[in-house]
């Protein structure tokens, strides 16, 4: 049943573990699936801000869960994921996150 592939549009984040994981797992399998795979950038520190929402790092029950999560669905669907030793200096004073806000930037204005 081969049918006419659906369109996926896939919104990540490139400091997202989870947006990393779905990355893979939906490259792995895009042709199993039928699917057109369209990628979308965002900025979910936006998202977080303009939602009152706080980053799961700053929470403790949530980077607890988390960290719990991404290893069992690491496992799941056999895709590795390493941290940084400092993921705060990767995000900031590297400035990625700038130029992720650079880039949301960009892709509202088009």
Not at 6 to 32: G, H, M, T
Not at 38 to 43: A, D, H, M, N, W
Not at 55 to 72: C, E, S
Not at 94 to 109: A, D, G, M, P, T
Request: hydrophobic fraction near 40%; charged fraction near 20%.
């Amino acid at each position: 049943m081969a049918g006419s592939k659906k369109v996926i549009q896939f919104f990540y984040d490139v400091v997202s573990p989870y947006s990393w994981l779905a990355f893979e797992v939906l490259c792995r399998y895009r042709n199993v699936w039928n699917i057109d795979l369209r990628l979308r950038p965002s900025f979910l520190g936006g998202v977080m801000k303009e939602s009152g929402n706080s980053p799961p790092g700053l929470v403790p029950n949530k980077f607890a869960y988390i960290a719990k999560d991404l290893t069992h669905l690491s496992r799941y669907f056999g895709v590795p994921l390493s941290y940084p030793e400092n993921p705060f200096e990767v995000m900031f004073e590297k400035e990625s996150s700038r130029l992720q806000q650079q880039q949301h930037r960009n892709i509202v204005q088009v």
